[in-house]
């Protein structure tokens, strides 16, 4: 999974979503050391500071928990993880009504494509 930034918005605020999307998605599992500050900086090609202080962002919001000479880990509070991950799909949900909004749709007519693409869904799974 590629790191990709926008100039329109601070690299170390993209950095906490992107890891945090990738500690909900387990590429870095709950439980799991993470790579080095330094090394996370070499991957993504930003300042060890800026990594550093989107980690510890991640430590305030207790995703990452820091121990003494083991490193950085992905917290292994698997309630908290999936209340995250519960927020990250009610977040897309919301950017989809709001997209169909402004394509001219009712919510009710968002509904019936997500229905419609959920059938489908269903018909491809047997």
Request: hydrophobic residues 30%; aromatic residues 10%.
């Amino acid at each position: 999974m590629p790191w990709n930034f926008d100039n329109e918005r601070p690299i170390y605020r993209q950095l906490v979503e992107q890891l945090e999307y990738r500690i909900i998605t387990g590429v870095y599992p709950s439980g799991e050391k993470l790579p080095s500050v330094r090394d996370l900086a070499m991957e993504t090609q930003v300042n060890p500071n800026t990594m550093q202080r989107a980690l510890q962002e991640l430590e305030n919001n207790q995703l990452v928990e820091t121990r003494r000479t083991s490193g950085k880990f992905v917290t292994d509070n698997r309630n908290l993880l999936q209340a995250r991950k519960e927020k990250l799909a009610q977040e897309q949900v919301d950017f989809y009504y709001e997209a169909m909004q402004k394509l001219g749709f009712t919510k009710e007519e968002a509904c019936y494509y997500i229905n419609q693409k959920r059938k489908t869904l269903i018909i491809k799974t047997r």
